[in-house]
């Protein structure tokens, strides 16, 4: 079978779901190879990594530890995946729909002459050719698409793939490349972590519960993180709470922030302008509170609540309590 590339997403070696979902999404199209890119880690956190790709079907693993990689904006990793498509003529390159991998995605395209699909919620083969389900137009149509010239190269969206264990081998290939100048133009001058919580990454998360307007402030948004922490959901935001300064920026939800595709998705005083729909109607189940009965997002919800959020949230929060 082909050689299914897939961009390995990790923070400091620790592998991300979205991975996972790829690398099972990979077995069902040809053989799974993931490409492991990173400078910063030792060898016992590669050799964890591994593990946890072998446990997902990777049959191989390119590994790429040069500091060059980390050490610029994005573009070497398109370069050392240029070169990986050159060599080994894969079937497809799988990366994962963050900002990102739609970046690296994006230049690889251009480096190796290929179309390029992304926001892809399933991906599947129809004869010789992969067919791409994607959600387009800011979220309000769906589309099959299939790429006509060079290698295929998609973006799938986190959540979209259950995750199904299967033992690969995961035989570590080591690679580099010799980087181009222009991939040296945007230096890393600076790192800086931001202090994770115990409630899980945004767009990794099987429930998501957003805030938006009608939160009405900084301090309200207490409401949404008690439901969050009681159900073990991520906290969203629309891009009105965002921009009143009431949450940060990385957890804004919508078409200028992260696209989100939980098994369950709760929106509280979000009116559900396309922007907002853009980043998350691929949910499963939606559910909304909106004291507005004719709120946009009640176009969208599986279940819709027409009340006031700050007695129907914490209603929903103490009923939760009482049935765990």
Do not use: C
Not at 21 to 43: H, M
Not at 144 to 169: E, F, K, M, W, Y
Not at 178 to 207: F, H, Y
Not at 297 to 307: A, C, K, R, S
């Amino acid at each position: 079978m082909a050689e299914i590339l897939v961009l390995v997403d990790h923070a400091d070696g620790a592998v991300k779901k979205v991975t996972l979902e790829l690398l099972t999404k990979a077995r069902e199209l040809g053989t799974p190879a993931a490409v492991f890119i990173g400078s910063a880690v030792d060898g016992s956190v590669i050799d964890a990594a591994r593990d946890k790709l072998a446990e997902y079907g990777a049959a191989k693993v390119y590994v790429a530890t040069d500091p060059q990689l980390d050490g610029y904006v994005v573009a070497p990793k398109a370069e050392l995946l240029a070169k990986l498509v050159a060599d080994a003529q894969p079937a497809a390159v799988l990366v994962p729909a963050t900002a990102e991998g739609k970046e690296i995605a994006a230049r690889l395209a251009l480096k190796t002459g290929s179309g390029i699909l992304t926001d892809a919620v399933d991906l599947k083969l129809d004869g010789d050719a992969l067919v791409a389900e994607q959600s387009i137009f800011g979220g309000s149509s769906i589309v099959h698409s299939t790429v006509t010239a060079g290698t295929p190269i998609v973006a799938i969206r986190p959540n979209s793939t259950p995750l199904v264990p299967q033992a690969g081998a995961a035989d570590r290939v080591d690679v580099s490349v010799e980087l181009t100048d222009a991939a040296k133009l945007a230096r890393v001058v600076d790192r800086v972590v931001v202090p994770k919580g115990d409630r899980p990454e945004l767009t990794e998360a099987a429930i998501v519960v957003s805030g938006g307007r009608g939160v009405g402030s900084a301090e309200s948004f207490s409401v949404i993180e008690a439901l969050a922490d009681r159900l073990g959901a991520a906290v969203g935001a629309s891009r009105a709470a965002v921009d009143s300064g009431w949450y940060p920026h990385q957890s804004q939800v919508g078409q200028t922030g992260k696209t989100v595709s939980p098994q369950l998705y709760i929106a509280a005083g979000i009116s559900g302008a396309i922007q907002h729909r853009a980043g998350m109607q691929t949910s499963k189940t939606i559910v909304a509170v909106n004291k507005d009965p004719e709120a946009p997002i009640f176009e969208l919800v599986d279940y819709g609540v027409v009340g006031d959020l700050f007695k129907v949230v914490p209603q929903l929060t103490e009923e939760i309590t009482r049935r765990r």
